[in-house]
């Protein structure tokens, strides 16, 4: 008896256990969120990562765009986003709700009016019958079901995430929103989408690019504004070449340049030396903005420009002189270093002192303001929903102003938030 009864009590003791772990299990399920990337005319779609067919049962079944809208097979994104659908064929009406029935939206084939918990609402794009496939308007069905829809036209993608929204006041929500307005993490105010890959891309835009946003911090926050004498900057740049081979003609020209007697010191015409960078600290500034070090660039020369208003790493540190600042980066694969120019074409001999102290007495401080809106989770990831506002300096010596709706999505990784996308339109 006593036998029996303790191989009873083993086998209730493991039941109670496998409910408690599959329990778990289906509660950490339950906290998965949905990621959905769709292109437009394009069978191919990815579900948190994962390639899928947008219809497996016709590969001619892809989303297109109608009015100015992006329509996605209804099958699809109610299956993806775990909805329930309800098809009255005599109505040629599709009412979808989620799984709490705390939300219904009804939809009728060809008809601008659409129906959200028995209020109407105008539609730009109607639900359309195609391919006997029903299509519907993915940011209107996406939006009305707690998710966050981005736009990269680039690729003509539609980024779609189910986000849960989060108090304001959360510890985690203050100290990203506090970091950035004292200028220890990135913010993007891009009218459009942009995310680390575009910033990656050195050709993205001559105002683009990751390495440029760390050239502007480098120039005004991490990099003392040492000058050089013609001496010390001939030998610093002759180091510099004297590691490995040349094989860029950028590369080359400075070599020619300098044994060409050109200076680059304080006597420097069309640049000037800011200095030799281990990549290990530009990368240290990379990781701790973008969470991954600084893609490299093999022997390439390009321009570095701080002052656009479309990208930068400070709310509040926009002033007239940054548009005025070029800089050309080298990088030396076998020294693994890169060298920094000043564009004297684009820049008097002050310095950033200089500058700063000249614009602070004669100009009134150029104004912006950040409001938080709204923050989301999504997963590892929160979003902030701001909108800014705010003056700039334009290359006239003008001043202009913009406004806009932004939202900036941070990964966590172990302890620290990380850049990783942006989304907006300006006003």
């Excluded at 994962?50 to 109610?78: C, E, G």
């Amino acid at each position: 008896m006593i036998k029996h009864n303790s191989i009873s009590v083993i086998f209730i003791s493991a039941f109670i256990i496998s409910c408690v772990l599959l329990t778990n299990l289906t509660s950490v399920y339950a906290q998965q969120d949905t990621s959905l990337d769709i292109f437009v005319d394009s069978p191919i779609a990815y579900v948190n990562g994962i390639q899928t067919q947008i219809d497996n049962d016709n590969a001619n079944v892809m989303p297109f765009i109608a009015n100015d809208r992006t329509m996605i097979p209804l099958r699809f994104i109610a299956e993806n986003l775990k909805l329930e659908v309800t098809w009255i064929d005599t109505e040629r009406t599709v009412i979808l709700s989620d799984s709490a029935s705390t939300l219904r939206v009804k939809l009728v084939a060809d008809s601008n009016i659409a129906t959200v918990n028995e209020k109407n609402i105008d539609l730009d794009s109607p639900p359309i019958l195609k391919n006997s496939r029903v299509f519907v308007p993915v940011r209107f069905i996406a939006e009305n079901f707690s998710c966050g829809v981005e736009w990269n036209a680039d690729n003509k993608e539609v980024i779609i995430k189910q986000e849960r929204e989060i108090d304001l006041n959360d510890a985690e929500v203050q100290e990203l929103f506090n970091n950035i307005l004292n200028g220890d993490s990135f913010i993007s105010y891009y009218d459009g989408y942009a995310d680390v890959n575009l910033f990656d891309t050195t050709n993205f835009s001559w105002m683009g690019g990751r390495i440029r946003e760390l050239i502007s911090i480098l120039s005004l926050k991490d990099v003392p504004d040492k000058r050089y004498t013609d001496a010390e900057a001939h030998d610093i740049i002759s180091q510099f070449l004297s590691k490995g081979e040349i094989a860029d003609s950028k590369l080359d020209l400075l070599k020619t340049a300098l044994e060409n007697g050109e200076t680059f010191g304080e006597t420097a015409k069309e640049q000037r030396l800011v200095g030799v960078y281990k990549k290990s600290e530009i990368d240290k500034i990379s990781i701790k903005l973008f969470g991954s070090p600084l893609p490299k660039v093999e022997s390439v020369a390009f321009p570095i420009a701080y002052g656009s208003f479309f990208f930068y790493n400070r709310v509040n540190t926009l002033e007239r002189f940054p548009v005025t600042l070029s800089y050309t980066s080298y990088y030396n694969e076998a020294s693994e270093e890169y060298l920094f120019m000043t564009d004297l074409s684009m820049l008097s001999e002050w310095s950033m002192e200089d500058y700063l102290e000249y614009y602070n007495k004669h100009y009134e401080p150029l104004k912006s303001s950040t409001q938080l809106l709204k923050a989301t989770r999504h997963n590892d990831e929160i979003s902030l929903y701001a909108y800014h506002e705010g003056e700039f300096g334009e290359y006239s010596g003008g001043t202009g102003f913009y406004k806009g709706n932004y939202k900036n999505t941070y990964k966590k990784v172990e302890d620290n938030f990380y850049w990783a996308s942006s989304y907006g339109v300006d006003e």
